[in-house]
Each structure stands twice: as structure tokens, then as C-alpha cells.
């Protein structure tokens, strides 16, 4: 049976989400579908979420890579390509990626209109861009209601690619500030993005 419930109830759940994540470690495999195509480029790996925005994604499949936010800034580091990429987050940015919305009610109101649906030991949340111009289209957040934990995210972009992020095996772990800075080891070449 499906249940829809109102935007207040849908940002409550979601903030719930962010506050349940903090503080956890977990393992996940993302799905990307360029748009017209049936087959999905897979990786996987861990990540780490401090209070959000602040987490860290270790890709270990197919290719090694970091990905590091500290809410202001994030880090993108490829060893195989010697290089680091520094990017500061601003609003913008941060509309065009959903993880830094679950954590952040202002950006998120400003930016999506949410609705929430109850399906059995699940609630999906589904943010809606307030923008016909936006970055990403459609965002789908599910839940499990026990432990307030995100199972998925899925999103789709304007160009009609598709993005999912299945979780599993959460697990406390002690996070400090110092995990959500990423320091460039010795002779890799340091890119700040525009």
C-alpha cells in the first residue's frame, strides 16, 4: 500500500536521514545509465559520512579514486592520474549534487519541492527542481523507517542520464574534521577547478 504525505513531512524524514548517517560507515555500488542505453557503468566502494555535507567516498572498483567534502570544499583524487582536483562549493554546486542537499534544509527548500510515499518498511522522498533549468531533474531518496538509514539514491539528470547509489552494512565509527580534509601526497599535480 502507498501513502503520499505532505513537503513538511518529507524534509522531517530527510533530516532524520542526515542526522541517523552521521557518524557511519558503509559500503555502496553506484549505477550510472547514460541516457538511451540499457547497460550501466558499476563501481563500488566505502564511505564515511560525518555530519553532512562532510563525507568521504574510497571507490576501490573498477579504478581507485577519492572523493572528499567538507562542506565548503571538495577534493577529487585519481592516483592512477597523479592528480587532485579542488573545488569550492558554492550554491550552485551544491544544487547539482544530492548529496550535499540531504544535508542542508535551506538549499534544499530553496531548491526542491519535496513529496514523500510509504511502502512497506520503506519511505522514498522525491525532490522536485523548483527550476526547469536545473542541473539534475528528479531525486529520489528511500528510507528505511526503522533506522532512518538511506538505502538508495537515484537521480536523473536533464540530459536524461540516470544515477543510483545502493547502501549497505552500516556501521558506527568515531569520524573526526580532520577525515573530511584531504591533503595531496608528494608529486601529484594539484587542479583548482573554475
Known amino acids: 500500500m502507498l501513502f503520499l504525505v505532505a513537503c513538511s513531512a518529507a524534509a ?3 533530516d532524520h536521514a542526515a542526522a ?3 557518524g ?3 559500503q555502496f555500488t ?3 545509465t547514460p541516457k538511451g542505453f540499457k547497460n550501466s557503468q558499476v563501481e563500488s566502494g566505502s564511505v564515511i559520512f560525518g555530519t553532512l555535507p562532510m563525507m568521504r567516498w574510497s571507490y576501490a572498483r573498477p579504478e581507485v579514486k577519492v572523493f572528499v567534502f567538507d562542506g565548503q570544499h571538495s577534493w577529487f583524487y585519481v592516483p592512477a592520474e597523479k592528480q587532485v582536483t579542488i573545488s569550492d562549493l558554492d550554491d550552485q554546486k551544491r544544487s547539482e549534487l544530492p548529496f550535499l542537499l540531504i544535508g542542508d534544509p535551506a538549499a534544499r ?3 526542491f519541492a519535496m513529496r514523500e510515499a510509504t511502502r512497506g518498511g520503506a519511505v522514498t522522498v522525491t525532490l522536485q527542481p523548483r527550476s526547469a533549468a536545473a542541473m539534475i531533474r528528479t531525486i529520489n531518496v528511500t528510507i528505511a523507517r526503522d533506522t532512518h538509514l538511506i538505502q538508495r539514491v537515484d ?3 536533464r540530459e536524461g ?3 543510483t547509489f545502493d547502501f549497505s552494512g552500516y556501521q ?3 569520524v573526526t574534521a580532520d577525515l573530511f580534509r584531504f591533503t595531496p601526497p608528494a608529486g601529484v599535480e594539484v587542479v583548482q577547478a573554475q
Do not use: G, K, L, P
Open 12 to 14: 522531517a524524514e530527510i
Open 20 to 22: 541517523a548517517m552521521a
Open 24 to 26: 557511519t560507515e558503509a
Open 30 to 32: 553506484q549505477r550510472f
Open 109 to 111: 527548500d530553496r531548491f
Open 155 to 157: 537521480y536523473t539528470d
Open 161 to 163: 542520464n540516470r544515477t
Open 172 to 174: 558506527r565509527r568515531s
